[in-house]
């Protein structure tokens, strides 16, 4: 799969408790490809992984890699520098057309309870002898930010969330806790009253809910009247089916 990075920040700015998310977008009049396989590391009990980057631009990019743990905590993301992993080569440079192996080493290779997740940063190092080459030409330094997951020791049942709503300052707050040990992806979510699919609210954002975690969803209410009770309509991740989800008739399941 093929990547198509956000522009750079210039350079990664001071860690925090909320460092900013990459985004992925489209670079156009450009040439900034990069193909990146897997987007999406998942690493098995025994803790390695391969990662290939392949450069499709005609010079040499310079990168650096950077890990960082992944943690949700009052329903937002929060990253900070983590140890946890070894990273080979933590820095290169690749030549145009060229192809790198990334191997990653987990430092904590036991049975853990619960997923671990961390985001690898690729960051591609401004080059100033590019611009000095070619007078009037512009280039952009990328961030490439891939999802890293670390397999809990043991599978569960189908995963579920519990979900809840609340009403609160005039808007109808969807919170969806995930009290499994892998983390969940929601494509979208809809709130409606009584069976109209997607009906009147609906969010189209990508969402993460990482294990042990939770992440809300603020719609203004604009109830027609009437008892009928709000239903959640969920498109996950590689399911074609939405699923439907009743107030107090919300699964209690845990896994």
């Avoid at 650096?64 to 929060?78: E, N, S, V």
């Avoid at 080493?105 to 853990?112: S, Y």
């Amino acid at each position: 799969m093929t990547l198509w990075g956000s522009l750079s920040w210039g350079r990664l700015r001071p860690w925090g408790r909320c460092w900013p998310a990459l985004l992925v977008g489209v670079c156009t009049g450009v040439q900034c490809a990069v193909t990146i396989s897997p987007v999406i590391v998942h690493i098995p009990s025994q803790g390695r992984a391969i990662i290939t980057v392949r450069n499709d631009r005609a010079h040499e990019v310079m990168y650096q890699l950077t890990l960082l743990r992944w943690f949700q905590q009052d329903g937002a993301d929060h990253f900070e520098p983590t140890q946890d992993f070894i990273a080979s080569p933590p820095h290169f440079a690749l030549a145009a057309h060229a192809t790198q192996v990334i191997r990653l080493g987990f430092r904590r290779p036991e049975r853990l309870p619960v997923e671990q997740s961390y985001r690898l940063v690729l960051a591609e190092v401004p080059q100033v002898r590019d611009a000095e080459r070619e007078p009037g030409r512009v280039d952009f330094s990328m961030q490439y930010a891939m999802p890293v997951f670390v397999a809990p020791a043991q599978r569960e049942n189908k995963p579920v969330l519990i979900w809840r709503l609340r009403q609160e300052d005039g808007a109808v707050v969807l919170r969806a806790d995930n009290p499994c040990a892998r983390h969940q992806v929601l494509n979208q979510v809809g709130l409606t009253e009584g069976t109209s699919p997607w009906g009147q609210h609906l969010s189209q954002r990508r969402v993460t809910v990482l294990a042990h975690a939770w992440r809300e969803w603020r719609f203004p209410e604009a109830r027609s009247g009437g008892d009928l009770p709000w239903q959640i309509w969920v498109l996950k991740d590689g399911q074609e089916v939405r699923e439907l989800v009743q107030q107090g008739q919300l699964p209690s399941h845990a896994c």
